[in-house]
């Protein structure tokens, strides 16, 4: 049984941080890239940051470089994403990724091997 759960969402104002968790159990955690991405309301779901087997490798979206910070801790079979400097357009539900390979389909979420459920990030003005 494959799970992902993420948690750490909630309610802030611009300008704080918040640091969302996945959980990973019934997948070789270390053999998959794991990323996160977010879907805001009426919108299509858009890809946020990834990092790969091991960490060697991250990736970001555009809008979240410089305030946005993926981890991984393969011992703990979990991902972290750091946010700072939140602004109300990151407002939106963040949802953990895990797939076995990184490639150009990726960012666009095509064939994720697997979902988590969602948490939510609202931010105020």
């Known amino acids: 049984q494959v799970q992902l759960q993420a948690s750490g969402g909630g309610l802030v104002q611009a300008g704080d941080s918040l640091r969302l968790s996945c959980a990973a159990s019934g997948i070789a955690f270390s053999t998959y890239v794991m990323g996160w991405f977010r879907q805001a309301p009426g919108k299509e779901r858009e890809f946020v940051s990834a990092i790969n087997w091991n960490g060697g490798s991250i990736y970001y979206a555009d809008s979240v470089k410089g305030r946005f910070t993926i981890a991984r801790d393969n011992a703990e079979n979990a991902v972290y994403l750091q946010m700072n400097n939140l602004k109300p357009e990151d407002t939106a539900v963040y949802y953990c990724?895990?797939?076995?390979?990184?490639?150009?389909?990726?960012?666009?979420?095509?064939?994720?091997?697997?979902w988590g459920k969602g948490t939510l990030v609202t931010v105020s003005s």
């Open positions: 990724a895990a797939d076995q390979w990184y490639t150009t389909s990726y960012e666009r979420g095509v064939d994720i091997d697997y």
